[in-house]
């Protein structure tokens, strides 16, 4: 029963512990002499991708490949799907020229990569697995995208980055970080343990737990500032940081993931990928060619919507 307490309680601490460390690590960044742009595009851009890797490191390092990948999986269908329909359906999405011109891009072609990678069927290879080379080559792709993101930017993403980053005392700074490590730490190791125990308990798949309890879990805080966003009308925050976050999913938690253990990969998972192949090519479809130009509108964020819940239903009830 401890188990399960901890479970719940570790989604807690692993987010609290994401935040904490993010407000700490900002504010020792600026007595260090960073600025706000800089600060914003690396310490805050990892921040919402902090919760699926602190989860896939442990994951990885217990053996737990299935719970790995089903994460990284999950939370990008449900920020495509879930997190920008949700927001669009409250406010139409104008989308901003960076993400039409570059990110939109970026994230299908990790999702073709992730695809090529795990299917070593395709380069006629028996065993489908992410190796420590792909995960190398992950970590590659995303050294390079971090590149295109901190110097290759235009105006519109530099304002993007540019957030409002409050100094606190030294005191509290190294106190916040300290608390948001040790968060992550225990509220990760706590997840994983669980996720092992309802496995065991439930005989359902580590890789089905992940795709949809643990990366709706992680989502959560994602969800709830998006949602907030939309009320206020700022909705292009909500795409930006979606999209974002899938693109360092793949090629940051996935790549570290890998490089770890090798990741033995279920061809079932295969549906999912192809979901979120149609969902990104949703949203380009919508951004690109639909009635009103580089906006996503109710309709078709209640359409994404609908697809969540496709989503849930195939991976609940077809794959468990």
Request: no cysteine.
């Amino acid at each position: 029963m401890i188990v399960y307490i901890l479970f719940v309680v570790g989604f807690i601490v692993l987010i609290a512990g994401a935040h904490f460390l993010i407000k700490g690590a900002s504010s020792l960044g600026l007595r260090l002499g960073l600025s706000q742009l800089v600060i914003g595009l690396t310490i805050v851009s990892l921040g919402t991708s902090l919760p699926e890797l602190i989860i896939n490191v442990f994951a990885s390092i217990n053996g737990n490949t299935g719970l790995a990948i089903g994460n990284v999986i999950g939370s990008n269908i449900t920020n495509t799907l879930l997190i920008v329909g949700t927001a669009a359906l409250i406010y139409p999405i104008k989308v901003n020229k960076i993400v039409v011109k570059r990110d939109i891009w970026i994230n299908l072609l990790a999702i073709v990569i992730l695809l090529l990678l795990a299917n070593d069927f395709i380069f006629g290879r028996p065993d489908n697995t992410i190796s420590k080379i792909d995960g190398l080559i992950l970590l590659g792709f995303f050294t390079y995208y971090a590149y295109l993101s901190f110097y290759k930017s235009g105006p519109s993403s530099k304002e993007t980055g540019e957030q409002k980053i409050k100094t606190m005392t030294l005191f509290l700074s190294v106190v916040l970080t300290l608390s948001g490590i040790a968060g992550l730490y225990f509220g990760g190791k706590w997840i994983v343990a669980g996720i092992q125990k309802l496995s065991s308990d439930f005989g359902i798949s580590e890789s089905v737990l992940g795709l949809t309890l643990v990366a709706g879990a992680t989502s959560l805080p994602e969800l709830v500032t998006s949602v907030l966003a939309a009320l206020k009308k700022n909705v292009d925050i909500a795409l930006g940081n979606a999209i974002g976050s899938n693109i360092f999913n793949i090629f940051l938690v996935l790549g570290v993931s890998a490089v770890i253990k090798p990741i033995d990969f279920e061809t079932g998972l295969n549906i999912q990928i192809g979901l979120l192949v149609l969902a990104s090519l949703m949203l380009l479809m919508y951004i690109r060619t639909g009635k009103e130009s580089r906006t996503i509108s109710r309709t078709e964020g209640t359409l994404l919507l609908l697809g969540y819940f496709a989503f849930l239903y195939i991976s609940i009830f077809m794959q468990s």
